[in-house]
């Protein structure tokens, strides 16, 4: 998704609301810190692999974060009995 894409997304929601949001950016895969590539992957190499976030099933990464979402309420619900 590019950058814009998500801000006209984002425009219509409420500023003042709670979101989750996860985006990655090419450094974040390819850095001068940890890059198993040599040489460096290139803009050019990013952008034509990037597409993949978008075609893959996200539904396992929802589901995962919905469990520790609902592992973290009953735990601060049980918290708050004591």
Not at 61 to 82: A, C, D, F, P, Y
């Amino acid at each position: 998704m590019k950058v814009k894409d998500a801000i006209k997304y984002l425009q219509y929601k409420n500023p003042e609301e709670e979101i989750i949001i996860a985006w990655w950016d090419m450094d974040d895969f390819f850095d001068d810190d940890y890059d198993w590539f040599e040489p460096r992957v290139s803009k050019k190499e990013w952008e034509s692999v990037v597409h993949i976030g978008d075609d893959m099933d996200w539904s396992m990464t929802h589901e995962n974060l919905q469990e520790v979402m609902e592992m973290e309420i009953k735990s601060n619900r049980k918290g708050s009995e004591l």
